[in-house]
């Protein structure tokens, strides 16, 4: 199956990283290389760098950035600081990440991200490390509660991960199907009809395994500090736990003095070192929606470093 991945807000980001023919940008998750190509098509003496932690993704770019002013390296877009060490660059003019998995790691089931179909509990975006089905089949169940209630917000973590517990105990967990048909079993009827049961948890799960929300807040600091003044980081969302990170990210570099409020004068120093591009998150529009639904739940903010 081709990588492809339809890109979300592609005019909207294309326009928010106000693209520098000149300039040196990085999408540091070049999926289908939708946003890259796009970016890359508006350089002349400038160049892209395609970043990605999934080898097939990897590879796709490459085939669709040949002829493009573009480079593409297999690596987690927390890393960016050592793929630009890598390639000899110090400062860029821009940044996207368009968190989250891809349209093709949902659709194709080998990979084992989709209660659709079945497949082996994998998970894993980079195809290396632990996967989905040794969490499941090794964490206690106080550690897979935690998970399904913070990652995927699921209401009926314990009695999910209760019901795992109970199951792993005469067989392995190993199959997407098998681990959302018990996670059906584990919630009342009611709650079975508002969408399929085990989305919550195989979120949960996918941000578990590849340490997503961890990447994020790391990827964004270290993206930050190599931006030029007048540097754009755009990041695209598509739930509150992502979304939130970026927001409260975005804040703390366009956050000035820091001194308690009863001080008769600033003492810390501290100065701003982004603004915001926009002050409100940019969404989809309907068209687009109706076009990819897996847009409904994207959103976009970007900060400009100024310093």
Same mark, same amino acid.
């Given at each position: ?13 294309? /326009? ?20 890259? #190509? ?29 002829? &493009? ?7 987690? *877009? ?17 940044? &996207? ?12 089931? /080998? ?42 917000? /699921? ?34 009827? #009611? ?10 948890? *195989? ?9 997503? &929300? ?61 603004? &915001? ?10 068209? /687009? ?19």
């Amino acid at each position: 199956m081709e990588f492809s991945h339809k890109p979300v807000l592609l005019k909207e980001t294309v /326009e928010i990283l106000q693209i520098n023919p000149e300039g040196i940008y990085v999408d540091g998750t070049a999926g289908g290389a939708g946003h890259s #190509a796009e970016i890359a098509k508006r350089l002349t003496t400038g160049k892209l760098i395609a970043l990605d932690v999934d080898p097939d993704a990897v590879q796709t770019a490459r085939e669709k950035l040949k002829g &493009l002013p573009a480079a593409v390296l297999q690596c987690n *877009f927390r890393d960016i600081g050592k793929a630009l060490d890598e390639l000899g660059v110090d400062k860029v003019d821009g940044v &996207l990440f368009d968190i989250g998995v891809s349209s093709w790691q949902l659709d194709n089931t /080998e990979r084992g991200f989709s209660y659709h179909g079945d497949a082996y509990l994998d998970m894993r975006m980079s195809k290396q490390g632990v996967t989905a089905a040794d969490l499941v089949n090794n964490l206690s169940v106080e550690k897979l509660t935690e998970i399904f209630r913070e990652y995927g917000e /699921e209401r009926y973590a314990f009695q999910i991960a209760r019901a795992i517990d109970k199951v792993r105990r005469n067989e392995k967990i190993e199959t997407t199907k098998r681990l959302a048909e018990i996670v059906g079993s584990a919630m009342p009827a #009611a709650a079975r009809r508002d969408g399929h049961p085990a989305r919550k948890v *195989f979120q949960a799960l996918r941000i578990a395994v590849n340490g997503e &929300l961890d990447n994020l807040s790391v990827g964004i600091e270290n993206a930050f500090s190599r931006l030029k003044a007048g540097g754009v980081l755009a990041v695209i969302t598509f739930h509150s736990l992502e979304d939130r990170i970026v927001k409260q990210k975005f804040a703390e570099f366009c956050k000035g003095c820091i001194c308690p409020s009863d001080f008769p004068v600033c003492i810390c120093n501290r100065t701003p070192t982004g603004k &915001l591009v926009n002050k409100k998150p940019i969404q989809p529009s309907r068209q /687009e929606i109706m076009e990819n639904m897996r847009s409904r739940s994207a959103k976009l903010r970007a900060v400009m470093k100024i310093v």
